[in-house]
């Protein structure tokens, strides 16, 4: 069975960095696209970051220049690394998988929709 599971969340100050892990089990991550999504209170889910098997990565424009997402198919691990976080960054950050292999990756804005394996989430919170 496929599961997902997130850590690294936490509260931090506006300006500070924290990287999200999302270790990988019953799956092998490394010929599936995989991306991280978030949800803030009362908001729509909004795709952040994306990256295919071939490891071409796409970010949201919100976030561009900022964050960083990165796998380590050894460890079964997919990353997301954020810096210079804003208050508006606060959200719970999910994890997500395609099902089956493929090249490439949907669009990062159809990140939560398109990927059908997600995490528990982990809660992030920046204050400031």
């Known amino acids: 069975q496929v599961q997902l599971v997130e850590s690294g969340g936490g509260s931090v100050q506006a300006g500070g960095s924290l990287r999200l892990s999302c270790v990988a089990s019953?799956?092998?991550?490394?010929?599936?696209?995989m991306g991280w999504f978030r949800q803030g209170p009362g908001k729509e889910r909004e795709g952040v970051a994306s990256?295919?098997?071939?490891?071409?990565?796409a970010y949201a424009d919100s976030v561009k220049g900022r964050f960083t997402i990165s796998r380590d198919n050894d460890k079964n691990t997919l990353y997301l690394e954020m810096n210079s976080l804003k208050p508006e960054d606060s959200a719970t950050y999910f994890c997500?998988?395609?099902?089956?292999?493929?090249?490439?990756?949907?669009?990062?804005?159809?990140?939560?929709?398109?990927?059908?394996?997600w995490g528990q989430g982990t809660l992030v919170t920046v204050s400031s």
């Open positions: 019953g799956y092998n991550l490394y010929a599936h696209c």
């Open positions: 990256i295919s098997s071939r490891d071409t990565t």
């Open positions: 997500a998988a395609d099902a089956a292999p493929r090249l490439g990756c949907p669009a990062v804005a159809e990140i939560s929709t398109s990927l059908e394996v």
